[in-house]
């Protein structure tokens, strides 16, 4: 079976939810005679056609695109067209599409009903939700919300075969506003779990990172997006930082924000304001994540908003599945996998005195804390098993097909 990956950013390097969850879902198929094609964005320094582990990637180039935004509007504009190409050169069976927003399952939708192949459109993040937090102009902002409204969604739905969420909160929600629940699948995000494990290597992997054996590591697994918490995160490290000296504030990049230069400044200066220096340290993009977990002791996702974001973020799921403590904010559907105080931490967002508290305390309970652990460590290897995972795929893609 041919099938072609749809995206608006699948390119390497390996450090962003979406675009490592379809490369996992793509190397698996693969291994089962399964032949993938990915269509995505490129620029000008990239080629246009590129075989990487496996898949043929085919890029529509953006140009020298001025700003993130921009580029985005130039991909949709040449999705159509290109994806048409692909379907009848490579004779695809099914076009399979990943986004947080609908407009991109719509547009390729369409073009598979055209075509005549099978349409699957991976629904990443909760299909009407109105809390935006962004620094986006509000023209800009507006568009986001446009772009995840009931109507749109209703639309999309009769140019798809199936819609695929990954939480029960998503696909009560499309049921909700009249979707066929016939086309809708729930299907969990797997992870490869010969690599997210306990390792029980932290020395070793801390020498290699060259960080302090007698600090606490809290990491913060995300990028410099507004409603990733970053803030929130520098704050919480000023109240913890009167409390114990041993502790460091590891943050690594799992995603890109197009002000980026800008928010370096602003972060800059609240870690300066907060006195902070000495407690946080940025290690940039990293793409064997692994490691990074493997020398925390607690991992924390203080997010703010998930109109962007996963309803449950890969980064979360991966830390768990290596057994580490975890404090996350009730959003999305985070609360479908984090149970209170048995598997993980969970708080209200936007609320920095909680989550230093949840923060010294679970440093200051470890044996708690590593049961939480391994909690949430089984709960991955039973639910969200890449293994169990893909024979969902297959029988996604073979349903309906003739």
Partial sequence: MRIVMVGLDL????????????????????????EVSVLTKGSNNQP????????????ISIGYSDSYLS????????????????????????????????????????????TGVKSVFTLYSSPYNNRIITSYPKFINMGLKISKNKL?????????????VTSNSSYVKLISIGINKNKIKLINIGINLSVFKPLNEVNSMKSKLNMPDNRKTIFFAGDMSPWKGL????????????KRSDIL???????TFEYRQKRIQQIDNLITQNRVDDFIRFIGQYENISELYEISDVVVFPYLSSFSLMDIPLSLLEAM????????????????????????????????????DAILYMLGNSEESKIMGNEGSKLINEKFNIDIIIPEWERTYTEKLH
């Fill in 11 to 34: 390119n390497p390097p390996w450090v962003e939810g979406i675009r490592n969850n379809v490369r996992l879902i793509s190397q698996n198929l693969i291994k089962y005679n399964y």
């Fill in 48 to 59: 246009n056609v590129e075989f990487i582990e496996g898949m043929k990637y085919h890029r």
């Fill in 71 to 114: 580029g985005v509007f130039i991909f949709l504009a040449k999705l159509p067209i290109e994806l048409r190409k692909i379907i009848k050169q490579k004779g695809i069976d099914t076009v399979h599409s990943h986004s947080v927003y609908p407009l991109l399952g719509l547009i390729t939708g369409v073009v598979s009903r055209i």
């Fill in 152 to 164: 749109l969604i209703r639309i999309l739905s009769f140019f798809l075969d199936t819609i695929v």
């Fill in 231 to 242: 803030d929130i995160f520098i704050k919480t490290l000023a109240i913890i930082s009167e």
């Fill in 249 to 255: 504030g590891l943050v690594a990049e799992k995603g």
């Fill in 321 to 356: 599945a290596m057994g580490k403590p975890v404090i996350a904010t009730k959003i999305g559907a985070i609360a479908e996998v984090i149970e209170h105080k048995k598997n993980g931490i969970l708080i209200e967002p936007n609320n920095i005195a909680v989550l230093a």
